[in-house]
């Protein structure tokens, strides 16, 4: 495979932005290597700099739910832009987009929009704050939020000792805040509420985990945990910006008929450009500036291109709900490909998938959370993915992310991707 034009990049990139990236997974410190430089998508397809065309499952980390560039979305862009690119002012599209997501997602009477998943996270802490009056939130180990300061906590040496911060930066004023409890655990939740009793504002849950590698939340577990936040009055935040309008068309709180009290979304929410939303129960997001005391705001938010391909994303998920079915169709095709493969090699590594998110966890043990997720063998899944690139399918690099499968995988790229997930098991395997 020829890479010089994306060395070159690379080399160059380094010397202007941290690392060469704007994001750090993508530089391929987990799997060896340096990062490809892609010049152009189209449907299951990433075509790079040097003319290499990959299979591609990262989707640009989830938005992709139609594949590279749908002509859909396109033409909804195309059209806004005739108009201009920002306003600054409230706009029709930002009432159409709200109406929407409210019709998709019942628990969602009341919406904000934002610019990323990180901001609607971080937003609806505040929000939930401000609601209850109360400082501390919980979330769970090896669930990702986002990069604001008080989700970049990990657990102490006890399981009630304080948190510890994941990032240097992070203050320790910012840890004494965060609780952390283990996912699927509701024994790690009572115990933490017990200790911080009338303490805590918020659990914050991706409710199907795609940041440890995917794995399901028990559904009696989210049934606890929803009945213990009414109890406790703890706003129960369901973080679905990768599962949301992913794992089901309305996200993963319609597969597990639970309402959470807020909701955040980003990924497929923007069609592609960067969109982040919050919303949930009305009493809660009337809290909300101008209405209420919380301030929330930003220059961009609503802006009339992303709410254009947002739209358009929605609408089509709203009048073509059959979509799940063909993506379930595909993603149990992919899976099951790849058990034959893992039989044929000898080995019995767990496949975690819910619909189209699925991760293949190089690790013979049940993965059910973050403890068990990360005895996965890193190294070979490292080589594994650099075997894959080469034969021309493009995976998340790193372990724990999950692989996504869009409506535009054709069942030629699932054969191609199942052949040479086989001739790469059996290359690192030998
Ligand atoms: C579940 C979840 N929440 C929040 C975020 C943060 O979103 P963003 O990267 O748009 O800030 C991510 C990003 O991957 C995510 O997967």
Redo the contacts with the bound molecule.
Sequence with gaps: MLTSKSENLFNEAKNYIPGGVNSPVRAFKSVGGNPIFIQRGEGSKLIDVDGNKFIDYIGS?GPHLFGHNPSFIKEALLKAIENGTSFGTPSEPEVSIAKLITEIVPSVEMVRMVN???EA?MSAVRAARGFTKKEKIIKFEGC???HADFFLIKAGSGALTLGIPTSPGVTKGNAADTLIADYNDIESVKKLISANKNQIAAIII?PVA??MGVVKANKEFLNELRNICSEEKIVLIF?E??SGFRVAKGGAQELFDIKPDLS?F?KIIGGGLPV?AFGGKKEIMEIIAPNGPVYQAGTLSGNPLAMAAGYAALSYIKNNPEIYNTLEDKSSYLEKGIKDNLKSSGKNFTINRVGSMLTLFFNEEEVNDFKTAVKSDTDLFGKYFNEMLTRGVYLPPSQFEALFVSTAHLKEDLDKTIEVNLESLKSVLK
Excluded: A, C, F, K
Aim: glycine content about 30%.
């Design positions: 980390w990323s998943g990180t996270t990702y939020h986002g991706e795609g940041n973080d910006v990768m955040t980003g982040g």
